[in-house]
């Protein structure tokens, strides 16, 4: 498969982890778009959210807790952040692999845009 982020899962391209489990990778983005952002992905590959099914709950449930640890040990539970998942193009989906962002150390603004 040449999805890059199942090539970080496999450690075929290098990055800054900062978690990992046996189903979930965390790692900084390499073209963050604030001064914290962190990218979690479950380590199956699905292309889009829309490729989540009632048997991935678990799954799904275990990546908010990883994002939930993350973000303490980071010190940005408190100020705020931000969870994001895009799907597709016109949702901003460039990586076609089931990921969220988690952004934060900035003031964030809505609309998102």
């Known amino acids: 498969m040449n999805c890059i982020f199942c090539k970080i899962v ?3 391209i290098p990055s800054k982890i900062l ?3 046996d189903l979930v990778l965390a790692f900084e983005d390499i073209a963050p ?3 914290i952002h962190i990218l979690v992905i479950p380590k199956k590959h699905y292309s889009t959210v829309l490729d989540i ?3 991935d709950k678990e799954l799904i449930g ?3 807790m990883v994002i939930n640890k ?3 040990q980071k010190g940005i539970d408190e100020k705020g952040f931000r969870v994001v998942m895009n799907c597709n193009s016109q949702g901003g989906q460039t990586v076609f692999h089931v990921h969220f962002h988690i952004l934060a150390g900035r003031q964030m603004h809505w609309p998102p845009g």
């Open 53 to 55: 099914n009632e048997n």
């Open 70 to 72: 993350i973000v303490k």
């Open 33 to 35: 778009q604030a001064p």
């Open 62 to 64: 275990h990546i908010f």
């Open 19 to 21: 978690y990992e489990d």
């Open 10 to 12: 496999r450690k075929e």
